[in-house]
């Protein structure tokens, strides 16, 4: 990390000291928003995405939100919340490309807050199960080394029987997961996509066959783990490649245990759409032809409807149906 903005409003917060000493040589930089970096016109993302700075910041406001209406893995009520903006990685389908103008990873630093504020929601649900998903606008373990945000969620949720937390990533930074005991609330959830797909679409990210190694390591250790095939994706040959991808996934995982797969279709909101083809003109993926509805891009209906059935019958042949969710849809 060549670059770091500071706020001042937390410069002496102790994460903050912790952080700047996993980079030495890192220019820090005094700002008094991280706004002021990250929300700063004439920002190109492609381009600092080569190359992106890290702001630490104080989260302010409504830390813990509900989910989008089909967000949910079968809990009663279902909440998202976002220690970090931006992703390391860089999937070409990722709408966070349309949605910020910046491509420099903001960390908020005051994660007592975060946790404040889920022990405030569960006092008002009581024993109601409910939901809390990390990974909505940043990917939840790949920075971990460096936040070790993830170590303290967990903490909290150990001291939270009824509240459910889960991990969303695409990483193989799991050492911290596998130094601990798995706690009963809490699922890690892997994004998984064919590896040609992973190769072509996802860059940066782990391999197919590293995260499926990952995710046995976490299933011996006795987590319980779920698989998000989100978005499903079209491609000349593409139930051959999604039965393939099954076929790895389910050979090596003990499919009794995963708690629960789901299944999401590819959109993209339009306005995030024009931003992401004028930084990827030259991309396949986003160069396809879709269809419009409601402020949304997707596939034609028949296209779509093909190929999430056709993933649906494979899954359900080897997993139970209360073990499967058909539409959570993030990308």
């Not at 509240?163 to 892997?190: D, F, G, H, M």
């Not at 779509?304 to 969710?325: A, G, H, M, W």
């Amino acid at each position: 990390m060549d670059t770091i903005y500071v706020e001042n409003a937390i410069a002496h917060h102790a994460r903050v000291k912790t952080i700047l000493t996993r980079f030495p040589k890192a220019r820090v930089i005094a700002i008094e928003r991280y706004t002021d970096v990250f929300n700063a016109p004439s920002q190109n993302f492609r381009t600092q995405k080569a190359n992106p700075a890290l702001i630490l910041a104080y989260k302010h406001g409504n830390k813990v939100l509900p989910t989008p209406p089909d967000y949910h893995i079968g809990g009663a009520h279902n909440y998202y919340f976002s220690h970090m903006l931006n992703c390391i990685y860089d999937c070409r389908y990722c709408f966070l490309q349309g949605m910020y103008r910046s491509a420099n990873y903001v960390v908020f630093v005051n994660y007592e807050d975060f946790f404040t504020d889920i022990a405030e929601q569960m006092q008002q649900h009581g024993e109601q199960e409910s939901w809390f998903f990390s990974g909505y606008d940043c990917d939840s373990l790949a920075l971990e080394p460096v936040t070790e945000f993830i170590a303290a969620c967990l903490d909290q949720f150990e001291k939270l029987p009824c509240a459910n937390l889960e991990i969303r990533t695409k990483s193989t930074q799991i050492r911290q997961l596998l130094s601990r005991q798995a706690i009963p609330n809490c699922v890690i959830a892997y994004s998984l996509s064919p590896e040609p797909i992973v190769a072509a679409e996802e860059h940066k990210t782990a391999s197919l066959e590293k995260r499926i190694t990952a995710l046995k390591a976490l299933q011996d250790h006795g987590w319980k783990v779920g698989l998000r095939f989100d978005p499903i994706l079209k491609a000349t040959n593409a139930q051959a490649l999604y039965a393939d991808m099954f076929d790895a996934v389910f050979e090596q995982l003990e499919t009794s245990k995963i708690h629960s797969i789901s299944l999401g279709p590819f959109r993209l909101p339009t306005q995030f759409y024009k931003k992401m083809i004028r930084l990827y003109p030259e991309s396949k993926l986003l160069s396809t032809n879709l269809t419009a509805s409601n402020n949304m891009l997707s596939y034609d209906p028949e296209t779509e409807n093909s190929l999430l059935k056709f993933c649906e019958t494979r899954i359900l042949k080897t997993v139970k149906p209360d073990q499967y969710f058909p539409c959570v849809s993030v990308s």
